[in-house]
């Protein structure tokens, strides 16, 4: 059996409540008195979630500094800086999740989302077909290839990916808005706004929300 720490065990009885103030106590208790890779991870995670992004990264960096090889700690902290804007150093950590588990179809379609954010449209495609030939065509990284089309402006090319990922995906509001813009792009502008309002009509959070509307 592999110990777990009590206080990494109260963290997780904690997030399970929803309580996500204790359960970062916890976890932040756990770190310091047995720091693992899972703990370190769920600490990172829930300080990126509740906004506390400094500590977010000093954690993932310290851990880091101790165990380079940790995968999933570098995409955990692209995955933070990403959500902070902080494109070109996240980059930096998703390549290095890349590298080392080269068949990771997340970190891969994670790394395309910010290339495409960084305007590295070619790479972006090349990295998103590289991360659906791992992911079994997952309507999330068909978007990404698709969205990474688009903004290369390879329109016909992205419309097909695109409708792929709405008929994959239908309730997905970024995936609609992503298609109605390759189809208002392409001078479709009445399906267009079909998809536009089936982005918008359940008022789901997305990024591209305030565009789309």
Same mark, same amino acid.
């Given at each position: 059996?592999?110990?777990?720490?009590?206080?990494?065990?109260?963290?997780?009885?904690?997030?399970?409540?929803?309580?996500?103030?204790?359960?970062?106590? +916890?976890?932040?208790?756990?770190?310091?008195?047995?720091?693992?890779? +899972?703990?370190?991870?769920?600490?990172?995670?829930?300080?990126?979630?509740?906004?506390?992004?400094?500590?977010?990264?000093?954690?993932?960096?310290?851990?880091?500094?101790?165990?380079?090889?940790?995968?999933?700690?570098?995409?955990?902290?692209?995955?933070?800086? +990403?959500?902070?804007?902080?494109?070109?150093?996240?980059?930096?950590?998703?390549?290095?999740?890349?590298?080392?588990?080269?068949?990771?179809?997340? +970190?891969?379609?994670?790394?395309?989302?910010?290339?495409?954010?960084?305007?590295?449209?070619?790479?972006?495609?090349?990295?998103?077909?590289?991360?659906?030939?791992?992911?079994?065509?997952?309507?999330?990284?068909?978007?990404?290839?698709?969205?990474?089309?688009?903004? %290369?402006?390879?329109?016909?090319?992205?419309?097909?990916?695109?409708? %792929?990922?709405?008929?994959?995906?239908?309730?997905?509001?970024?995936?609609?808005?992503?298609?109605?813009?390759?189809?208002?792009?392409?001078?479709?502008?009445?399906?267009?706004? %079909?998809?536009?309002?089936?982005?918008?009509?359940?008022?789901?959070?997305?990024?591209?929300?305030?565009?789309?509307?």
């Amino acid at each position: 059996n592999v110990y777990t720490p009590a206080g990494a065990f109260l963290g997780d009885v904690a997030l399970a409540r929803g309580q996500s103030r204790p359960a970062i106590d +916890a976890y932040r208790q756990a770190f310091k008195i047995q720091a693992s890779s +899972a703990t370190a991870l769920q600490l990172v995670r829930m300080l990126s979630a509740q906004g506390e992004a400094a500590e977010a990264t000093s954690t993932a960096s310290q851990w880091l500094k101790s165990n380079p090889g940790d995968a999933a700690m570098h995409k955990a902290l692209g995955d933070h800086l +990403a959500r902070n804007r902080d494109f070109t150093r996240a980059r930096s950590e998703y390549e290095a999740a890349v590298k080392l588990a080269p068949n990771d179809a997340q +970190a891969l379609n994670n790394l395309a989302n910010v290339l495409i954010k960084l305007k590295d449209y070619k790479a972006a495609i090349s990295t998103a077909e590289l991360a659906l030939s791992k992911g079994n065509n997952e309507p999330i990284i068909v978007d990404t290839l698709g969205w990474a089309l688009f903004q %290369d402006g390879q329109i016909d090319a992205a419309l097909l990916r695109l409708r %792929d990922a709405r008929l994959r995906s239908p309730s997905n509001p970024e995936v609609r808005y992503h298609l109605a813009a390759t189809l208002a792009k392409a001078g479709k502008r009445a399906e267009a706004r %079909d998809e536009l309002q089936a982005a918008l009509r359940e008022n789901l959070p997305f990024e591209g929300k305030a565009e789309a509307k």
